[in-house]
């Protein structure tokens, strides 16, 4: 893992510190509606890590120290089930974790593993608190997104009975929605190992394999392995499937 202290990475290093504050923001949800004066201080206490695929970014029972931001790439979120580790989230840029070990000042509970290289942003957890604290809307838009999780976490668990077909659709169309690149009317993600679709949509490996096969036929899909991309070529018609739940 490389570390380094944080530059104007998210924007042309030739910004001013105002359009620079503004790229953050636009970059991560989290501080959307932070002060200036956050984000700034912020940026100043941040440090940069790089991480290559397959590495494990935190490890479970790890106390927390930190937030970490998704400046790139993909990740995802797991816990031992067994003898076999599960799948609980998928993550993309944009978006953030280990603020749960951060505020409730216990061992991480989970694992975070990169899926392709990532580029993150480590807040420490002192100023981390400190920002909710001293920020309002911070501390407003934070509660948001963790709302945000738990209508999420409890829309998973209403799609328990329904087909696998339905399950891995509203999967495909919740990540589109959330970190896809929109190509006009297609939207490009990451290609996701099977196993993992699997789990975080709750079915088996072979039937996500049979349903991911039956949507690349259908032209729904477009997998290039070469690339490590999967585009959604018809996303209406996936989030058409999705709401059938």
Not at 54 to 76: C, P, Q, S
Not at 209 to 217: G, H, I, P, T
Request: net charge negative; with cysteine.
């Amino acid at each position: 893992m490389d570390e380094q202290r944080l530059t104007p990475l998210l924007c042309l290093p030739t910004l001013d510190d105002s359009m620079q504050t503004t790229c953050f923001s636009e970059l991560f949800p989290l501080f959307k509606s932070a002060s200036p004066e956050t984000i700034d201080w912020l940026l100043s206490v941040s440090v940069e890590r790089d991480y290559p695929a397959e590495r494990t970014v935190l490890m479970e029972d790890a106390w927390g120290n930190a937030v970490y931001l998704i400046a790139a790439g993909w990740i995802k979120v797991r816990r031992l089930a067994g003898k076999e580790p599960l799948t609980l989230a998928i993550l993309g840029k944009g978006d953030f974790f280990g603020e749960m070990a951060v505020l409730d000042e216990l061992p991480r509970s989970t694992d975070v593993v990169a899926f392709s290289p990532v580029h993150l942003l480590s807040v420490p957890a002192q100023f981390f608190t400190e920002a909710l604290h001293k920020d309002p809307n911070l501390h407003y838009r934070m509660l948001q997104l963790m709302v945000k999780r738990l209508r999420q976490a409890n829309h998973r668990a209403q799609l328990r009975y329904e087909s696998p077909a339905v399950k891995l659709a509203s999967l495909l169309v919740t990540l589109a929605e959330s970190y896809g690149t929109a190509q006009q009317k297609e939207v490009e993600l990451f290609n996701l190992p099977l196993r993992d679709l699997a789990d975080v949509s709750d079915i088996s490996v072979d039937e996500a394999a049979r349903l991911m096969e039956k949507l690349q036929s259908k032209g729904w899909i477009q997998i290039d392995p070469a690339l490590k991309t999967l585009k959604l070529l018809q996303p209406r018609q996936l989030a058409q499937l999705a709401s059938h739940s």
